[in-house]
């Protein structure tokens, strides 16, 4: 960064949240005794004192020692042999390690994120039997189903016999035109200790439905919902790299939301309706057969209804449930770059977008609501037809065929059944439209593919492993995900036990793939890797990232407190935590906190500086003590200063630990035991950095070459 400090108008030092000193470079280098001046002249130092090393070993090289010139020509041979490959090949690669032509060839084959999709035709009975399973089962959805069963055939026996009570009248009257006062019957009691029964019945069985019925509902709803989470938390990393993330926030959220409140406001009365529906037409065919015709020709007109509105009204909750998803997305994505959108000042172009994609979700929400708005007008029309057809049939009828009081009955059920069905025929629209959103939901539950078991009982793991730490790739390849090109191809080479090892390359070598073949991020497309001679494809992902550590380049913490963060499983000690913060050179900044180690993280670690981000999670690390170490560039966010304390520190508390640095400074692994060079997925170069800087013709040289340039010109215009 000291590089581009001399084109600055002016220049702030900060030092524990105050300016110590401002000005433009010349000024600031004036003053001797200044920050800033020291800064810059220990770069120079460590710099010139880097070059200089540079030209010690470049004199060396002329006559080199006998072993020297031994491990030069072993690097020799091996490169005459194909084992490494010198060759420097300058083409254009990608992140992933693919260069640009191969990456063409898989995007045109297979899409990293596709169009999200929804099923064709009504909801599938598979949906509803998975719906039951996590009710509990078929015996769970049965006793549900029967409580609502005896709850309406009870309102049903009470009604009938209301009026089979009222048919009798006084109890001696012939009659059925004036059967008598009811008051005057020698059995009122019966019939009014019957009738009181039934009605003291029907309110315990509501009540026993009440609580049943959103019990199980609950229940399913929680169960498919920890079944997802399960099913989403074990998928590999591919899946997330082509879903976003405002389709998989869409689940749990308004998905999750159908299910947990509004499925059951639907189904209670489809399911109550649709039995006093069957019960309506049982009471009468049992009184009152004549209109049956009535009830045939309006349940055929209101299925024919059902048939044409029911495939729209079902298409477009889909089409609602899907366009959700890009406006979570947008706004995910918005409030995470909110700060480079005002950098830039491209807010309106947000905001229009945003705009856009809600008007298209609000399309889709109006055109379902109104759709089930048009279908309730058209029911009830039908319903008010049929209802006033109904009555003139029964009041213009002749009264000497049915007793009146049955004749009312026939009448009040008839006039009700009409509404009923076309309200039955609203829910059962409301209802598969609602299960759409169990469908969403099954669709990760029975199609993400999970990683590999997190513990394979079979598996031989000797105790304590690894104590060593050697780690061999043995014709080991790997690819992100299917249809794409290989980014590891054919490596075959041993770590040591112990080795410090530092790993190079341009961008898209294949550096960071490293560590996610290591970690089992990625299951290998060939070959093997074995850490201590036991293959870590043979053994459960947790038996195997447990005895691994890693220090990210992006410091990632987690909402919680900083003892959390450092200890999430409460294995160590107060006294233990504070140890590697004192390594780590972060036991003051921790102490100054309210609360110490019980003092609060924001999410992302926002109310840590990027730095001291990374020097928790360096923390971390020292606290799990693993014997095998991986370093991504984990002191790109710290100043020079803390970087030269923190890699003594690495030295001291890793000593006897395998250690892999990926590095993007070629500087920060000069002291490694060994340099591998990353080139196309493949290991071009392994050796000793002193022994690969003596090949002019190696990939190694070419990089140090490199950097040395740039730094050369960093500290002659820091000079100026």
């Known amino acids: 960064m000291f590089q581009y400090l001399e084109f600055c108008d002016n220049i702030l030092v900060l030092e524990d949240g105050e300016v110590r000193e401002a000005g433009n470079h010349q000024v600031l280098m004036m003053k001797a005794n200044g920050r800033y001046a020291q800064l810059i002249n220990n770069y120079q130092m460590e710099q010139s004192k880097t070059q200089k090393e540079e030209e010690e070993e470049e004199e060396e090289e002329k006559d080199p020692s006998p072993k020297e010139a031994a491990e030069l020509n072993e690097v020799r041979q091996r490169s005459d042999s194909g084992i490494v490959n010198p060759v420097f090949d300058m083409s254009d690669e990608n992140d992933d390690g693919t260069t640009a032509d191969q990456k063409t060839a898989a995007t045109a084959g297979d899409q990293l994120v596709s169009q999200e999709s929804s099923t064709e035709g009504s909801v599938s009975w598979r949906v509803y039997y998975h719906y039951c399973q996590a009710v509990g089962g078929y015996i769970i959805t049965f006793l549900t189903i029967l409580i609502i069963v005896l709850m309406i055939g009870s309102t049903a026996f009470s009604n009938w016999w209301l009026s089979y009570w009222l048919g009798n ?69 591919s899946f997330f790299d082509t879903t976003p993330t405002g389709r998989i926030l869409n689940r749990f959220a308004k998905d999750q939301e159908e299910l947990d409140s509004v499925l059951p406001l639907h189904m209670d009365p489809f399911l109550q309706f649709c039995l006093l529906v069957t019960f309506t037409i049982i009471i009468i065919a049992s009184v009152f057969p004549a209109m049956l015709a009535a009830v045939v020709i309006m349940g055929a007109l209101f299925t024919l209804i059902l048939f044409v509105f029911q495939r729209s009204i079902r298409q477009m909750k889909k089409m609602e449930n899907i366009s959700r998803s890009p406006c979570i997305s947008l706004t995910t994505s918005t409030l995470q770059g909110l700060s480079t959108i005002h950098a830039y000042n491209i807010r309106d172009s947000h905001i229009k977008l945003f705009k856009s994609l809600n008007d298209i979700n609000s399309n889709h929400y109006l055109l379902f609501h109104s759709g089930t708005r048009w279908l309730s007008f058209w029911l009830d029309f039908m319903a008010a037809s049929m209802t006033l057809l109904v009555a003139l049939f029964v009041v213009l009828s002749s009264s000497d065929v049915i007793n009146q009081s049955l004749k009312g009955l026939a009448m009040s059920y008839t006039i009700q059944l ?95 793939s490293l560590g996610v073949a290591l970690f089992r991020l990625v299951e290998p497309a060939g070959g093997t890797v074995l850490i201590d001679n036991v293959d870590i494809a ?20 987690f909402t919680g407190t900083v003892r959390y963060n450092l200890d999430p499983f409460n294995h160590y000690t107060d006294e233990e935590i504070w140890t590697v913060l004192q390594k780590t050179y972060m036991k ?46 984990a002191t790109a966010s710290i100043d020079s200063e803390t970087d030269a304390l923190i890699q003594n520190t690495i030295k001291e508390a890793f000593h006897d630990c395998t250690m892999l640095t990926i590095a993007h400074r070629i500087n920060t692994v000069m002291h490694a035991d060994r340099i591998l060079v990353m080139e196309n997925g493949k290991a071009a170069e392994l050796g000793p950095p002193d022994v690969l800087k003596q090949k002019p013709d190696s990939l190694f040289s070419s990089l140090l070459t ?15």
């Not at 009605?199 to 509902?217: D, E, G, N, P, S």
């Not at 690819?479 to 080795?499: H, K, S």
């Open 706 to 720: 490199a950097a040395n340039t740039v730094n050369t010109k960093n500290i002659q215009s820091c000079t100026l």
């Open 538 to 557: 043979a053994i459960g992902l947790r038996d195997l990232r447990s005895k691994l550590s890693i220090i990210p380049q992006d410091p990632v913490l």
């Open 418 to 512: 009409t509404g009923m069905l076309q309200y039955v025929v609203r829910q059962s629209t409301e209802v598969e439209a609602r299960f759409n959103s169990v469908e969403r939901l099954l669709e990760y539950i029975t199609t993400c593919k999970s990683e590999a078991p997190r513990h394979i009982k079979e598996a031989q793991i000797p105790g304590g492993w690894p104590k060593n730490g050697a780690i061999t790739f043995q014709e080991y390849k790997m690819r992100y995900r299917e249809n794409t090109p290989i980014v590891l191809n054919g490596l075959d080479f041993l770590i040591q036990a112990g080795e410090k090892l530092g790993i190079v390359g341009r961008t898209g070598s294949g550096k960071s």
């Open 588 to 633: 003051d900044s921790i102490s100054r906190l309210e609360g110490k180690l019980e003092a609060a993280v924001l999410e992302n670690g926002e109310n840590f500086s990027v730095g001291e981000r990374q020097l928790i999670c360096m923390a971390r690390a020292l606290l799990r003590n693993s014997k095998i170490i991986l370093l991504d560039e």
């Open 169 to 237: 009248g006084d109890g001696s009257s012939t009659n059925s035109t004036n059967p008598g006062n009811v008051s005057d019957n020698p059995r009122l009691d019966f019939y009014q200790m019957i009738y009181g029964v039934m009605i003291l019945v029907t309110l315990v069985l509501a009540v026993i439905k009440c609580f049943f019925y959103t019990h199980v509902t609950l229940r399913a709803a929680c169960t498919l919902h920890d079944r997802m989470f399960r099913k989403i938390l074990a998928s590999p990393m």
